[in-house]
């Protein structure tokens, strides 16, 4: 099965595939000009919304209206959460402003999106301008300038966590020195108004070899390893032969591009092709006869080694006849460890995902504080079609019973956990189960057949509609309680502001109730084998079904 080019001694040399995908293209971009003083100009102090943002940029404010008076200041928020360009805004500033300070960049997604925006506050409306962010980001927020055109792109830190500090310790921040240059921090963003930036060269080089240096079997494990390009358990080594058996799954040209994808937004977008997902479907142990499941996870564009910091996994709903031809479970034990083609399948997602994005690497391309062990094969399953009392999933999202469909969620952070459904209270035990899925997601109710029945028996729920309707009445807090959450703080409320709805219409007095979730968001899945009628609430969201029949 090796592909022997060469031996040395005892050791024989043998050849396998590079598994990583092709850079972004990056564009450079021109900073604006630099300002000759700061006395007597304006700047604005731009909130990003994100956990306290603004309370750090309230300090920078006072810095400036103590140490340099006749800087007139400003502080606005984004119309929106972190993740959305405000070219509204942007116009202001240039308008009416002289230089601009963004910030916070304090989270995995935000950083980058701190950055991004400042580089085109600064490079677009040609507005100096410096981004603010802590330290822990640090090689985040550097690769996103370097991929977003503008490598040296004004970037000041101050200390790692900027939520929940006091006004004095945000204070001993402004005052204090940016922990990855030992700077005064103020001086560094006087600087970055005030001086110009060094022209940086940028990387066009998108080409990765098709190959990997021969070498010895053991040292070739070894480099795997060393690379980041596994989830770090034992691999299988993708020989040319390997990769041809993979590759003759499939009707596809090996180097026809598959698609698309990134750690997180604003990173750029790393492109791949046929062969480079047979490369890592090998390397996770899996049969070729999976490979269509494999590369219609990879054509979703979305990556199970997505960088955010609250540790999110994917999950992997495989329907229709795929199902029983590669011999996935849905029965017994179908969550667990014990199926082949759900094992390798999901373990291969995770796989591609992090080397055909350019990388996932704690600190620098993954950021989850605590990461998640669902990770390791992203919680992938076959549903119990076969004893579901209603249409499976994939006919939920508009394909035909006899079309073979991968749905991927995202989330994963919550779970809770029950054994069937009480004749007296089970409504009230079914709310209690909601309140502690994550506001920021959306319920997916994970059913034994057997508790899928009671459901039927005890609330009548004959369509899956009916129960996901029950499930979104079910589900309400009052008001304040919601818009207290950090979460929705963080990612509802900026736009409920600006009007999106139905958010919008859920900014109500504080002690009238109103639903946690969407309806829209809220999903049931049929799993598991009736040995119990145990069943759980899985906080995660839908994002998108793709069709296996479509990568035969």
């Known amino acids: 099965m090796l592909d ?76 929106n959460y972190y993740g959305h360009d405000d070219p509204k805004l942007w116009e202001e500033i240039k308008a009416n402003a002289d230089a601009a300070i963004l910030g916070v960049g304090h989270c995995s997604t935000c950083a980058p999106a701190v950055a991004t925006h400042a580089i085109t506050v600064d490079t677009k409306y040609g507005v100096p301008t410096v981004a603010l962010h802590t330290d822990i980001f640090e090689r985040v927020v550097r690769s996103t300038a370097r991929v977003q055109g503008l490598a040296s792109a004004a970037c000041v830190f101050v200390p790692q966590p900027v939520m929940g500090k006091s006004a004095a310790e945000l204070r001993a921040y402004v005052d204090g020195k940016d922990p990855t240059t030992g700077k005064p921090v103020m001086q560094e963003v006087i600087e970055g108004l005030t001086k110009g930036l060094a022209d940086v060269a940028t990387v066009a080089d998108r080409s990765t070899s098709r190959f990997v240096e021969p070498d010895t079997e053991e040292n070739l494990h070894q480099l795997f390893l060393d690379n980041h390009w596994t989830d770090t358990l034992p691999i299988v080594l993708p020989t040319e032969e390997r990769v041809a058996a993979m590759l003759a799954q499939t009707s596809h040209a090996p180097d026809e591009i598959v698609g698309r994808m990134q750690a997180t937004a604003n990173r750029g977008q790393w492109e791949y092709t046929v062969e480079k997902v047979a490369v890592n479907a090998v390397m996770a142990g899996a049969k070729p006869e999976y490979f269509p499941v494999i590369l219609a996870l990879a054509a979703s564009g979305l990556s199970a080694r997505s960088s955010t910091s609250s540790s999110a996994s994917s999950m992997v709903v495989v329907n229709g006849p795929i199902r029983k031809e590669i011999g996935m479970n849905w029965g017994i034990g179908a969550m667990g460890p014990y199926n082949h083609a759900n094992a390798t399948i999901g373990r291969a997602y995770g796989i591609l995902s992090q080397n055909l994005q350019g990388g996932s690497v704690p600190g620098e391309t993954y950021m989850g504080s605590t990461g998640n062990n669902y990770t390791y094969n992203n919680l992938t399953f076959a549903e119990n079609e076969e004893r579901s009392p209603w249409e499976p999933l994939h006919v939920q999202k508009g394909f035909k019973p006899t079309d073979s469909v991968v749905s991927i969620f995202w989330g994963c952070r919550s779970t809770t956990f029950n054994l069937g459904l009480r004749e007296k209270y089970w409504r009230e035990h079914v709310r209690d189960m909601l309140y502690g899925t994550d506001a920021n997601t959306a319920p997916c109710l994970l059913l034994d057949p057997i508790t899928a029945r009671q459901f039927i028996d005890r609330g009548g729920f004959d369509t899956k509609a009916k129960l996901i309707r029950w499930i ?81």
């Open 4 to 79: 022997i080019v060469s031996k040395t001694g005892s050791q024989t040399k043998i050849t396998v595939l590079n598994p990583v995908g092709y850079p972004p293209k990056v564009a450079k971009k021109s900073a604006a000009g630099r300002l000759d003083t700061l006395d007597g100009k304006t700047i604005y102090l731009v909130d990003c919304r994100f956990d306290d943002s603004i309370e750090l940029l309230k300090q920078v404010q006072a810095w400036f209206a103590q140490h340099m008076p006749s800087v007139k200041t400003r502080i606005v928020s984004l119309n």
């Open 472 to 552: 979104h009445e079910t589900a309400k807090i009052p008001a304040g309680r919601y818009w207290d959450l950090q979460l929705v703080q963080n990612y509802i409320y900026p736009r409920a502001t600006y009007g999106e709805e139905p958010f919008a219409s859920n900014l109500k007095p504080d002690d009238e109730l109103i639903p946690i979730f969407q309806e829209k968001d809220i999903n049931v899945v049929v799993v598991g084998g009736e040995a119990n009628g145990y069943w759980q609430i899985m906080g995660t969201h839908y994002r998108k079904s793709v069709s296996v029949d479509a990568w035969r």
